[in-house]
């Protein structure tokens, strides 16, 4: 067998946090092997290519990976523009890939289907680190088992999303009818355009996918007679996708809120808030949803379509071999649980953070990018650049780099907090935190009171 030392360091996904955990292994004289699934370099990306994303050119672009690419010849596109998602691949990405430090060492059309250690489940404890991982890699010439001295997954979540099923399990009738719901963001105006023109959809979901989908629909109708849609969301505070507004740090995303927010405040989309769904029924060739409210169970429709913006999970079962320590609900790394969980935060201000958290009890085995936020939706890709340059320096035994981290991300400018941190204004929340002089917790708390609301405007008790 040979020796672990002479092994490169596995990383699962060729996306922009994998492709810069490569640079950054590389940039400290380690060997590395990048596996993806597509037949491309970022294939999650491409299935929403068409999306404008919220952060700006500045905010996407790892610093390791643009000093690599400045090397060659390369220009940073304008760093205050928002690119779409097929842009960042096409004029990022791609020549990033394409560079000779790195085409050599990824392999595209390569799924790692199971990781384990050669000769040792999860069970054997004895030796377990002096055991090299086992890579079970699928491709079109066959199944075939690699080697790895440390294995880094930034897989990532985008090919496992959430079913339509309010509690974690598919609807009843979801499988049955398959080929009318699209899970994630369609191009309803592009490649997709037919499906949806003159019809009825039906959007799942309380995020910024969902947002997107509205208001594709809504640019939709204003060119197609008959396009109409309904939003139904399984909570009834929407205070997360319509935002900060003005105080959000990135102005592209308070814009989607406030634009969505609009939308549906002028009726021009039917909404309906805490609707769980449980069912999907055919009824000549349409669809009826049914879903438990608080007065009971509710149908909505007949729909021609329905799309489900309702998130992502990880995908577990390749790591099933493996000694993981991961949160007991959001299923991302345990040590982040706490700070991202969504039913308490909304800020996505997570503290930084590096190897040391993203680690597990299985030796040299990191969870990164967006999996290591499991089913939380509030991640950037700034902090997976910081992750992987922490996880790379810790592989190279530089300790000192390693815990050195640092992480500032743009404020959402809203924010839920638990009660017991309502007297700390600095916490903000329900639009940023309330002026100085003023007489309230935060912006939604002086605006009630301005109008002569008791209470907390912000909906949480005083």
Not at 239 to 263: H, K, Q, T
Not at 291 to 296: K, L
Request: negative net charge; contains cysteine; charged residues 20%.
């Amino acid at each position: 067998m040979t020796p672990q030392s002479d092994l490169p360091i596995a990383v699962i996904g060729a996306g922009p946090v994998g492709l810069a955990a490569a640079v950054h292994l590389l940039e400290q004289g380690l060997p590395v092997k990048v596996y993806e699934t597509g037949s491309g370099v970022a294939s999650n990306l491409r299935d929403w290519g068409h999306v404008r994303v919220f952060t700006p050119w500045r905010y996407c672009i790892d610093h390791a990976a643009r000093k690599l690419l400045e090397a060659h010849g390369w220009h940073m596109p304008e760093p205050d523009a928002f690119p779409t998602a097929g842009e960042l691949v096409e004029h990022y990405l791609e020549p990033l890939a394409g560079l000779p430090e790195l085409a050599p060492v990824i392999e595209t059309g390569a799924r790692v289907v199971g990781i384990s250690r050669w000769g040792a489940d999860k069970v054997l404890s004895k030796a377990r680190e002096t055991r090299p991982f086992m890579l079970v890699v699928e491709t079109a010439n066959g199944t075939r088992r690699d080697s790895a001295r440390a294995v880094i997954d930034a897989s990532g979540t985008w090919q496992m999303p959430n079913p339509l099923g309010a509690g974690g399990i598919a609807a009843e009738g979801e499988a049955e009818n398959a080929d009318r719901i699209a899970y994630g963001i369609p191009d309803i105006l592009g490649r997709d355009r037919a499906l949806y023109a003159g019809r009825t959809t039906l959007v799942a979901g309380s995020g910024h996918s969902a947002a997107n989908a509205l208001l594709d629909l809504a640019r939709l109708a204003d060119a197609e007679a008959g396009t109409a849609s309904i939003w139904v969301t399984r909570g009834t505070d929407l205070v997360r996708i319509y935002g900060g507004g003005d105080a959000d740090a990135l102005p592209a995303r308070g814009e989607l809120g406030a634009d969505v927010r609009e939308l549906a405040e002028s009726g021009r989309v039917s909404l309906v808030t805490g609707f769980a769904t449980v069912a999907i029924r055919a009824q000549e060739n349409r669809l009826i949803v049914e879903g438990e409210t608080a007065r009971g169970l509710r149908q909505i429709g007949p729909v021609d379509r329905i799309i489900a913006a309702t998130g992502q999970r990880p995908d577990l079962s390749l790591t099933r071999e493996l000694r993981l320590d991961l949160d007991p609900w959001l299923e991302g790394v345990k040590a982040l649980g706490p700070l991202i969980d969504p039913n308490e935060h909304s800020c996505g201000d997570v503290p930084p953070h590096g190897h040391r958290e993203l680690s597990h009890p299985e030796p040299d085995f990191y969870t990164v990018g967006i999996k290591s936020y499991g089913r939380a939706p509030t991640f950037l890709l700034l902090t997976g650049y910081e992750q992987v340059r922490s996880v790379a320096a810790a592989l190279a035994g530089d300790m000192v780099s390693a815990d050195a981290v640092q992480l500032v991300l743009p404020e959402t400018g809203v924010c839920t907090v638990p009660s017991s941190s309502l007297g700390d204004a600095s916490k903000g929340c329900c639009g940023g935190p309330a002026a100085k002089e003023a007489d309230g917790c935060c912006v939604a708390d002086v605006e009630a009171k301005a109008v002569g609301k008791g209470g907390c405007g912000c909906g949480v008790a005083a």
